[in-house]
């Protein structure tokens, strides 16, 4: 290492902050392609099906490029303020007004406890009826009981366990890949598959359509933005994790889907709960239907524990900060966990199962991420004019207003459907928030009378 780079390592370490600088830059890449891969792709590829039949590598690409545009303007304001702690923080710091960065908190949170509610619907799949044979939504039930449990007792992810997850993940759907290469080396599978549309289909719309549903499998990467304070030298580091990343997941998301076309007909797909497995199994290779299954279930339980575990903190800092009614701020007196954000996020999760089937939840969650997004590229064009005194990585200007179009021509695309769950969830998100600063404002009146 060249003395610059010590010099610029030490003065990372010793900055201003809370938490160290340790996360270096593949470790951000393992972090993020983490957080990307795995349980959207496990779960949606039979759902994929249905818009866009056997072509469903093109709703991933198009998906892929548009969440680049939208990564970009997340890399300028990352590197711009590395202490920053997401979205919210963006909207605070451009808008400066609070129903602005609650309405995209609770969006994130809103978002991640619906995601979660369709992961555990995947999880109650044809993946555990490999082990068990149980109804999917009590299933579901139980399971997400289970992670509440687990939140309970202080699980805390660190980055480096993350890559051992990723590991796991990746290689599940780089089995899909090599198993479904052998089957087109021994002659067998349909390769003409990899082109043919839903009779009756306009290939732009069911592209687009797909492109919906496949943007679930690209989010994840906005989380990155949460620790922004602990990557070690961020201006340089960031953008390079974070665009390298994605298309590594857009590559092999492209290349399990030419393969999932190739292996099974579009109508067998659709009507799986567990695509990936099937996949496998129709590619004959003699890869134990279990062994398989098992690496689903890992992938799709790391995600849902990671997501709940975010929004049960996010639920307990809005509610630190009066933004939420204060009891979603109790926590446990041995654990040090918050009891209370962990029971409520999940009793929403629970909900959810029981209203929502899983292309629906995996839209909603999409929804209400497009406002976030929306969010972070217009900061990124008001903060312009705000200067640092560090150089920092930035995006040409036509990118966020592309993001924003982008996410726009999205939007425009959901369902009444989606609409309906996604604004009764911002609804609710509105009246606990004048619950909470109706309470604010009533704490606050002795102290003035007092006066």
Known sequence: MSPEATDQVRADESADGKLKRKITGPLLYLFI??????????????????????????????ALLLALLTAGSYAELVTKYPKAGGAAVFAERAFKQPAVSFLVGFSM???????????????????????IDVPAIPAAIVFLALVAALNARG???????????????????????????????????????????????????????????????????????????EIRNPSKVYPTALFGALITAGVVYALVGIASAIALPADELSQSSGPLLDVVAAAGVGVPDWLFSAIALVAVANGALLTMIMSSRLTYGMAEHGLLPTVLSRVLPQRRTPWVAIVATTVVAMLLTLVGELST???????????????????????????????HFQVWTAVP???????????TQQ??????????????????????RAATRHEKAPETTGR
């Open 401 to 411: 207003v592309l993001g924003v179009a982008s996410c726009v021509l999205l939007m």
């Open 361 to 391: 939840l995996a839209e909603t969650v999409v929804l209400l991420l497009l406002f976030v997004f929306i969010s972070t590229n217009v900061a990124v064009l008001v903060l312009r004019r705000d200067r640092v005194d560090h150089d």
């Open 155 to 229: 699980i805390s992810e660190s980055v480096k366990s993350n890559v051992v997850m990723t590991v796991i993940e990746l290689s599940g759907l780089l089995i899909v890949i090599i198993a479904v290469a052998v089957m087109v080396g021994g002659g067998r599978g349909e390769v003409s598959r990899v082109g043919e549309f839903p009779d009756g289909a306009t290939p732009a719309l069911a592209i687009l359509a797909g492109a919906i549903v496949a943007y679930y499998s690209f989010v994840g990467f906005e989380t990155s933005a949460n620790v922004a304070e």
């Open 415 to 436: 369902t009444a459907k989606v609409w309906l769950f996604a604004a009764i969830m911002l609804v609710v998100g509105g009246v606990l928030y004048a619950a909470a």
């Open 109 to 131: 949170l809103a978002a991640g406890v619906t995601s979660a509610a369709g992961l555990a619907l995947a999880f109650a799949g044809d993946y555990l009826s490999t082990f």
């Open 33 to 62: 392609l983490g957080d990307v891969l795995g349980a959207g792709i496990y779960a949606l590829m039979g759902v994929l099906a249905e818009d866009v039949g056997g072509v469903l590598w093109a709703p991933l690409i198009v």
